[in-house]
């Protein structure tokens, strides 16, 4: 498998220049497997710590809204440019000048846009992340179905230091990291590193650098693909509803994603490949 940290064949042509800005964009490119297609999404604004204006929040939104409709897609990774940060946040100077509360709503549901895209997106998006991931960022990284990162990043909610509160997918940080901890970071905006947030179950794998960061996201991509394609998108689809239904309705959810793995032939492709062709007395008898 070719290194996430290469450029790989590039389809939207139309993501990857802001016409009076050619250093924000963001790009999507792709590389092809046989097992399927696998997408990296990069925001590139590195000048800026990868914040997010409204031009680059729309971009990134339309992205993620065509990438949703490709039926080859097996898994979307999320990098951004540079080693300094990975999104240090929404834009502070387009912030600075809202006006109103109208105003300040539109834009921060722009933010709330960025972050639905990618937890409607049906197939898994992983962050992978180096430097800085504050606020909105945090809120991006927050809204992917699992974050990679290395022992320099640096996490954190500094709205309450510049007047305002943590919104919007901040709402996300309870489920991940608990109440407590949650509270810590959006009451006090204070900055917590690498270490610390994955003994708090922020981030998934932490490793040493980028070296590492592409061998670890190589492995979680290696491991999607290695799986059934549509059972990881009705198992995505289904946790969506775990984390808004109660266990008794989760369960039911449950039963019911079961019987829709069963409208096709994948259930048994799969347990053809992965268990029946196994020797027998291997220690795999049982699933």
């Known amino acids: 498998m070719l290194p996430l940290r290469v450029q790989f064949r590039t389809r939207f042509n139309r993501f990857h220049t802001i016409a009076s800005q050619r250093s924000m964009s963001i790009s999507v490119g792709f590389e092809e497997r046989s097992d399927g297609r696998v997408a990296t999404v990069t925001i590139r604004n590195a000048r800026a710590l990868n914040t997010l204006n409204s031009a680059l929040l729309t971009q990134f939104v339309a992205a993620f809204a065509e990438l949703s409709q490709d039926e080859k897609l097996r898994c979307v990774v999320l990098a951004a440019e540079g080693a300094k940060a990975w999104v240090g946040g929404a834009d502070i100077k387009e912030m600075a000048k809202i006006k109103a509360p109208s105003e300040a709503r539109d834009f921060i549901r722009k933010v709330h846009g960025a972050c639905q895209a990618v937890r409607s997106c049906p197939v898994p998006v992983i962050a992978r992340i180096q430097g800085f991931t504050l606020g909105g960022g945090l809120e991006l990284a927050a809204a992917c179905d699992f974050r990679v990162a290395t022992e320099g990043s640096v996490f954190g909610m500094p709205e309450v230091k510049v007047g305002l509160p943590s919104v919007v997918e901040a709402a996300l940080l309870p489920h991940l990291i608990g109440w407590g901890r949650a509270r810590y970071l959006v009451l006090t905006g204070a900055n917590i590193n690498a270490a610390?947030?994955?003994?708090?179950?922020?981030?998934?794998?932490?490793?040493?650098?980028?070296?590492?960061?592409?061998?670890?996201?190589?492995?979680c991509v290696d491991h999607i693909l290695s799986s059934g394609p549509r059972a990881v998108r009705?198992?995505?689809?289904?946790?969506?509803?775990?984390?808004?239904?109660?266990?008794?309705?989760?369960?039911?959810?449950?039963?019911?994603?079961?019987?829709?793995?069963?409208?096709?032939?994948?259930p048994r492709r799969y347990m053809?490949?992965?268990?029946?062709?196994?020797?027998?007395?291997?220690?795999h008898e049982k699933l």
């Open 234 to 266: 009705l198992q995505k689809e289904l946790v969506a509803r775990w984390e808004e239904l109660g266990v008794r309705a989760a369960v039911e959810e449950g039963v019911k994603a079961f019987g829709r793995a069963y409208e096709g032939d994948e």
């Open 196 to 219: 610390t947030a994955i003994s708090w179950g922020l981030i998934e794998f932490l490793v040493p650098d980028e070296a590492s960061l592409d061998a670890k996201v190589s492995e």
């Open 272 to 283: 053809d490949k992965t268990f029946f062709g196994r020797k027998q007395g291997d220690g």
